[in-house]
């Protein structure tokens, strides 16, 4: 699953995605084309193109997870609620 049950990367995704863009700074560092780091980490030119100047601007901690974008909007008791409400099913 690519998102979590709340929307955006779960923590494992965020972890795995920070592991992508720290192996980029390396290469960038070795003087690695934008088109191999990009094959060698299947992802798009553009993406490490925003990495490579996320990085030049502000090195390899310009590249790190910031951590989660927002907070929740909805509190665990109307998670709970609306978890409830779709195992119900459709109504006929």
């Known amino acids: 699953m690519r998102y979590g049950q709340r929307?955006?990367?779960t923590p494992a995704?965020?972890?795995?995605r920070e592991r992508l863009r720290l192996q980029a700074a390396d290469w960038f560092e070795d003087g690695?084309?934008?088109r191999q780091i990009a094959r060698e980490?299947?992802?798009?030119?553009?993406t490490v193109a925003r990495w490579r100047k996320s990085w030049?601007?502000?090195?390899?901690?310009a590249l790190r997870s910031k951590g989660p974008?927002?907070?929740?909007?909805?509190t665990p008791a109307q998670w709970a609620w609306l978890e409830?409400?779709?195992n119900r099913g459709p109504l006929a």
């Open 41 to 46: 980490l299947r992802v798009h030119e553009r």
């Open 32 to 34: 690695h084309g934008t």
């Open 7 to 9: 929307g955006g990367y």
């Open 13 to 16: 995704e965020q972890e795995r």
């Open 69 to 74: 974008v927002s907070r929740e909007k909805l």
């Open 84 to 86: 409830t409400e779709l």
């Open 56 to 61: 030049r601007e502000g090195g390899t901690e």
